[in-house]
């Protein structure tokens, strides 16, 4: 069962009890991420994230890690381009203490100079990595693209010039700005009690400042290119795509159904044909990305640089003839059963009882009952996969970037005029 209550400042409370279960999860969230920054702030939401855990009035970053290890608990936190979490781990009956010490890191920071400046380089080397990483880089360059100059476009992590320029000051008067209770929401799963950490979270929580202001947000406009960043590198990685959906979309259970069927799984068309018959992947696959007021579907593949034609030929036939043909029956079947299997499967535990809590109220301000999830899948029909397959599948408005050395080989600017 779920619930949800208001703190007197406005910041919600939402749980869902799950009584057989003997640990909690609880995440503090923030509606608050690398969308809402200026171009000159990019990766200031994720550089504060780090520096929550480096020190507070009440405990050093030793003490804080100890505290948590004591009781076999995890803390950790994440920065995503819409929202960020502070979240803690542990038994049901240490619940009370890590709620305590995350709204000691939340509200307690200290933004000790010379922790920023340890932390800058920490970030630094995190960026290094994400670009030492091809499958994980090609989609930083697929947003910087497909969405050029939109927030959205932009890295989470940031750039080397913009971590480097952050200061003490420009952070907390961000987080000051950002951080306020509208924006705020504690959510919690597991072995937890509503009532005892609604008193609890009105005790640690109520000085949060709200100010009412809503934020004026603006879709990103698509950018149709076609690009080989040249990187020596063993394999090419592509990633191409065009105009998706937002979080809160009509059609999104026929987006869902669709992306399974294409590039979900094993069984989906694109591994078959490209990897399981051709041997040309390893790893192929789509994905929708989806925000507040937008999104695009995307096809990643990584193979031999003399492979990217036929790869990019046959990924694309497989969506020309889904856009024209839709699923065949067993197909659709098959793809709405493996939604719903591993919808069920992914809420055995706490943690993800706890995500998908929180999610549910940033895109939807409501709990979304399981139930009514396997009822909307279920509902898909072949012609909505074959209308939204023509809005994913515009060729005046995909975009594709391949990261690699193609020897000085030119990709074909009108790549896309077969579908």
Known sequence: MTQKSLLSNGV????????????????????????????????????????????????TAAQIAEEIDAVGGVLNAFTGKEYTCYYAKVLGTDLEMATDLLADLFLNSLFDAEEIKREQQVVLQEISQAEDTPDDFIHDLFNLKFWSGHPLALPIAGTVATVTSLDRDLMTSFMDQRYRAERVFIAAAGKVDHDALVAQCERLFSGIAGDGRVDQLRPPKVHS?????????????????????????????????????????????????????????????????????????????????EWVDEVLDITL??????????????????????????????????????NRLARNEIYFRRDIPVEELARDIEAVTRDQVVELANTFFDPHQMALVVLGDLKGRELPANIFSAL
Request: proline content about 3%; charged content about 20%.
């Open 225 to 305: 290119v076609v690009l080989n960043h040249e990187k020596q590198l063993e394999q090419a990685h592509l990633c191409l795509g065009g105009p998706g959906i937002s979080q809160t979309h009509q059609s999104r259970y026929a987006g869902y159904v669709l992306n399974t069927a294409l590039g979900g799984g094993m069984s989906s068309r694109l591994f078959q044909e490209v990897r399981e018959k051709r041997g040309k992947v390893y790893s192929i696959y789509s994905f929708l990305s989806s925000h507040l007021d937008c999104g695009y579907f995307a096809i990643y593949a990584g193979t031999n640089p």
């Open 12 to 59: 919600r409370v939402l749980t869902e009890a799950m009584p057989h279960s003997l640990s909690a999860t609880i995440g503090i969230w923030v509606e608050n991420g690398s969308r809402y920054e200026q171009p000159h702030e990019n990766g200031v939401s994720h550089l504060i994230e780090h520096l929550l855990f480096k020190g507070t009035r009440k405990r």
């Open 317 to 354: 036939a497989e969506l020309r003839q889904v856009a024209r043909e839709g699923l065949r029956p067993a197909e659709l079947e098959r793809a709405k059963s493996q939604l719903k299997g591993n919808l069920l499967l992914g809420l055995e535990s706490t943690d993800a009882r706890m």
